[in-house]
Nanobody, 131 residues
Framework: QVQLVESGGGAVQAGGSLRLSCAAAGYIDSTYSMGWFRQVPGKEREGVVGIGIDGLVSYGVASAKGRFTISRNNAKNILYLQMNNLKPENTAMYYC????????????????????????WGQGTQVTFSS
């Protein structure tokens, strides 16, 4: 089994920053591809950014480029999402995902990470914009 536990969410003001973390445990190692997704009520889960073991990064949300950075600490099995210059539209539940495929799917380069490409999911951490 694979367990993913997100943390780091919270309330943030305009222009603020947050760093989300995803601690992976169980039968998972650095050969897994991973990603961050987000979801708001009434909408489908959306791929924000994914990363393969080759370091290739794929963004699913254009506005995240230049503001959000995905990284991983393979020694500790932790995935991060550094989010800067946050905006109200960034309010969502953020989920960490992992898949045993080491590389992102080819279509990720055009479509961003897709939820159906990942087999393991965390419970999510809420990011809320506060005025």
């Amino acid at each position: 089994q694979v367990q993913l536990v997100e943390s780091g969410g919270g309330a943030v003001q305009a222009g603020g920053s947050l760093r989300l973390s995803c601690a992976a445990a169980g039968y998972i190692d650095s050969t897994y591809s991973m990603g961050w997704f987000r979801q708001v009520p009434g909408k489908e889960r959306e791929g924000v950014v994914g990363i393969g073991i080759d370091g290739l990064v794929s963004y699913g949300v254009a506005s995240a480029k230049g503001r959000f950075t995905i990284s991983r600490n393979n020694a500790k099995n932790i995935l991060y999402l550094q989010m800067n210059n946050l905006k109200p539209e960034n309010t969502a539940m953020y989920y960490c995902a992992a898949d045993s495929r080491p590389l992102l799917h080819a279509h990720s380069q055009f479509l961003g990470p897709q939820a159906h490409d990942f087999n393991y999911w965390g419970q999510g951490t809420q990011v809320t914009f506060s005025s």
